[in-house]
């Protein structure tokens, strides 16, 4: 379990971080995650399902 660990904590710290863009048309959202390779897909999924709310058009 410790060497797991370890190997773990060597593994997210040679790992370079990655960089992930989003923008919704719709509503404007930007998103810019920079991250670990194994955090940026989850991070990356929640702006992918957000509620969209579009800006109210002018007449």
């Given at each position: 379990?410790?060497a797991?660990?370890?190997?773990?904590?060597?593994?997210?710290?040679?790992?370079?971080?990655?960089?992930?863009?989003?923008?919704?048309?719709?509503?404007?959202?930007?998103?810019?995650?920079?991250?670990?390779?194994?955090?940026?897909e989850p991070?990356?999924?929640?702006?992918?399902?957000?509620?969209?709310?579009?800006?109210?058009?002018?007449?």
């Amino acid at each position: 379990m410790l060497a797991e660990r370890i190997r773990q904590a060597f593994t997210r710290l040679t790992t370079p971080m990655q960089t992930a863009t989003y923008k919704c048309h719709k509503c404007g959202l930007s998103v810019k995650i920079t991250n670990y390779p194994d955090r940026i897909e989850p991070l990356l999924d929640l702006a992918l399902t957000h509620r969209c709310k579009p800006p109210a058009k002018t007449l």
